[in-house]
T-cell receptor, first 109, second 114 residues
């Protein structure tokens, strides 16, 4: 089975950009990469997803490597509310989200 | 537009009792998914349902666990004869057709077994 690998934790300062990396060297060519984040005592919240090209939305940007073996979630200007566990997720069989351990992001004021 | 609604938020059961967890998907969403999260771990897929059909239950334990998504009413995850190891947060998600759309999660039911 394909899997994703992320650092256990990262730390950044408020109002600075944050780059969250993910390795997914074994996903198939048609698997989308999704990112979700989870705040304490809440369910995961969809952030962004992509297949081959870079993607932008109001929450973040997603940069996908040309060989698709890795991607980076970019928060352009972190706020305290962005402190959460960030999951790089792939979809198996078009419907099953496969979560890894995630990266716990801490934002310093 | 209300999000995915799960109830109860917290559920306490004694060993051997039954637990029923409910999930109302977002309006217009015909796909429902259940995930389980053990303490300090990521979410694990359990089951994927469409109205009146179980599509993929590859993550469901073989015994004591069942799920349904009837034509009318919420999706139900049922755990019979609960044991301590069933203590976890259970999350429901829904998505609209077609497949592959982002899933929207509820805030979960935290099940505690005494």
């Amino acid at each position: 089975d394909a899997k994703t690998t992320q650092p256990n934790s990262m730390e950044s300062n408020e109002e600075e950009p944050v780059h969250l990396p993910c390795n997914h060297s074994t996903i198939s060519g048609t698997d989308y990469i999704h990112w979700y984040r989870q705040l304490p005592s809440q369910g995961p919240e969809y952030v962004i997803h992509g297949l081959t090209s870079n993607v932008n939305n109001r929450m973040a940007s997603l940069a996908i490597a040309e060989d698709r073996k890795s991607s980076t979630l970019i928060l352009h200007r972190a706020t305290l509310r962005d402190a959460a566990v960030y999951y790089c997720v792939y979809i198996q069989g078009a419907q099953k989200l496969v979560f890894g351990q995630g990266t716990r992001l801490t934002i310093n004021p | 537009n209300a999000g995915v609604m799960q109830n109860p938020r917290h559920l306490v059961r004694r060993r051997g009792q039954e637990a029923r967890l409910r999930c109302s998907p977002m309006k217009g969403h015909s796909h429902v998914y259940w995930y389980r999260q053990l303490p300090e771990e990521g979410l694990k897929f359990m089951v994927y349902l469409q109205k009146e059909n179980i599509i993929d239950e590859s993550g469901m334990p073989k015994e004591r666990f069942s799920a349904e998504f009837p034509k009318e009413g919420p999706s139900i995850l049922r755990i019979q004869q609960v044991v301590r190891g069933d203590s976890a947060a259970y999350f429901c998600a829904s998505s609209p057709p077609p497949l592959g759309q982002p899933q929207h999660f509820g805030d979960g039911t935290r099940l505690s077994i005494l």
